[in-house]
């Protein structure tokens, strides 16, 4: 039974790891307040403008690959105090770029790679150091507290709307507009030296530390969390893998010549592939990105389209905590099949919207931005109920532990490269086809989504991830 410096220790380890999904919510989310602002005092073409925006997913590109490699060389740990150094060079970057767009680029590219680590060591980390009974909800933490970093974005942006005054009005002075992005993004520091600073106080992650051979070390991390029986009933079935893996014939030798692409690695890779190629593949990033863009488009004037981004990512918050709560009692599988569906609704709707302004069949107004906004906030909740949290429980727990850091930097590259095509596209796909072409496409995905989950996707929860890899890897110990 786990004693209160037990559990002391586990609320500690989720406010850490729901501190990184806060730092990455808010750096995702302050360029849908701070772009209206960069557009007005900076000589940016419309290019370059969608570059600055989908900087951070393509960041996430080489990001995945860096944060997989720290996670297996030097630790998850490593990995996860490393984030906070990288945001902590990327936002004095930009704010001080004086419009530079080489340099902004690059500070926004470095904010990629920081969202990048966190993707990839915040699920890792805690997937490896909590309870089986507790993960769904420990790593929805990250994605709870995310979705309070886009709450806190975008309500960073109507402050500063509200103090600074809107970005396209004649009154407000060129200068102020700058302090007003550059105070948007500074906002991202104080959460950023919480993280680095704050993760001192935890251990290294036991399954790593067995994987490296250091079995007492592995047990000491454990025993921060769980009492001496649970420590050796989980170290006890590590051993009973590694076992496993020398009676199937994967000696020392053999094991140092495995690669993620062997047969028996292929299905849980394809999946946690496929959950993280349709995530982004809804247009998630997109619509939190330019959702102020787009709300004026539908007809939402000044800062009615930034209560409607608010009440958008509100919402996601709202649906979130709901996730939370049923993950780890209806499962991952049934909330990606509810979730995708749901998304299916909410593009559609959206589409719909557009395609009667476009038809004439509804004038721009009131009523066609307030159909829009609840189009987008009937997405977002779906999206929270299912692939918000589950995105990241299925990376972390499909994937064997010998292939876990590659398996998520593979999936990771599914989900930062499908995010990046379609934020640099966004624009010039809406100009060529309407957005209602846009979002009726990205609901025609979220069937394909669906039909993936529901045929494919095997039930985890309750599991250990020993259980989990034995079900796809078929090895018992002898």
């Known amino acids: 039974m786990k004693t209160p410096a037990h559990r002391r220790y586990d609320r500690y380890l989720f406010s850490m790891c729901g501190l990184a999904g806060l730092l990455y919510g808010i750096d995702v989310g302050l360029i849908s307040a701070a772009l209206p602002y960069i557009k007005e005092t900076c000589t940016f073409s419309a290019a370059q403008l969608a570059s600055i925006v989908a900087a951070v997913l393509l960041g996430g590109i080489p990001g995945k690959m860096l944060s997989a490699f720290v996670s297996e060389r030097w630790g998850r740990l490593a990995a996860f105090r490393v984030t906070g150094l990288i945001f902590a060079l990327a936002v004095p970057l930009i704010c001080l770029s004086g419009g530079n767009f080489t340099l902004m680029f690059v500070g926004r590219l470095m904010q990629g790679i920081g969202c990048a680590f966190v993707g990839i060591s915040g699920p890792l980390y805690l ?79 036991p399954r790593w530390l067995f994987k490296k051979g250091r079995r007492d070390a592995a047990l000491k991390s454990l025993l921060m969390n769980n009492d001496s029986e649970s420590a050796d009933r989980i170290l006890k079935e590590l051993e009973e893998n590694a076992a496993a893996e020398r009676v199937s014939g994967a000696g020392a030798a053999e094991q140092k010549k495995e690669t993620l692409f062997q047969r028996k690695y292929l299905f849980p890779l394809a999946l946690a592939c496929a959950v993280s190629f349709f995530t982004q593949a809804t247009g998630i990033n997109s619509v939190l990105n330019y959702s102020v863009v787009v709300m004026h488009k539908a007809g939402l004037a000044g800062s009615d389209a930034n209560w409607a981004d608010t009440a958008i990512k509100f919402a996601n918050f709202l649906m979130t905590i709901v996730a939370i709560m049923l993950v780890d009692r209806k499962g991952r599988k049934f909330l990606l099949m509810v979730g995708s569906a749901g998304i299916m609704a909410g593009l559609a709707a959206v589409g719909f919207v557009f395609l009667s302004l476009e038809r004439g069949w509804l004038a721009p107004g009131a009523l066609s931005g307030a159909l829009a906004a609840v189009g987008f906030i009937v997405f977002i909740s779906f999206f929270a109920l299912g692939p918000g949290v589950c995105v990241w429980l299925a990376n972390s727990e499909l994937l064997p532990l010998r292939i876990r850091a590659g398996g998520m930097m593979v999936a990771g590259f599914c989900n930062m490269g499908t995010s990046w095509f379609i934020a640099q596209m966004f624009l010039p796909w809406s100009k060529a086809c309407g957005e209602s072409g846009v979002f009726l496409t990205l609901s025609g995905v979220a069937v394909f989504f669906f039909l993936s989950m529901a045929f494919f996707l095997p039930e985890t929860k309750g599991r250990s991830l020993e259980e989990i890899e034995r079900h796809f890897t078929g090895k018992t110990a002898k």
């Open 127 to 205: 997937a490896e150091c909590a309870d089986a009974k507790d993960r769904g909800k420990g790593t929805g933490m990250i994605q709870l507290v995310l979705t309070v970093g886009l709450v806190v974005a975008a309500v960073t942006g109507l402050v500063v709307t509200k103090l600074a005054g809107p970005a396209d009005s004649p009154d407000t002075s060129l200068a102020v507009k700058q302090m007003a992005w550059q105070a948007i993004f500074w906002v991202s520091l104080v959460p950023t030296f919480a993280l680095f600073f704050g993760s001192f106080g935890l251990k290294e992650s």
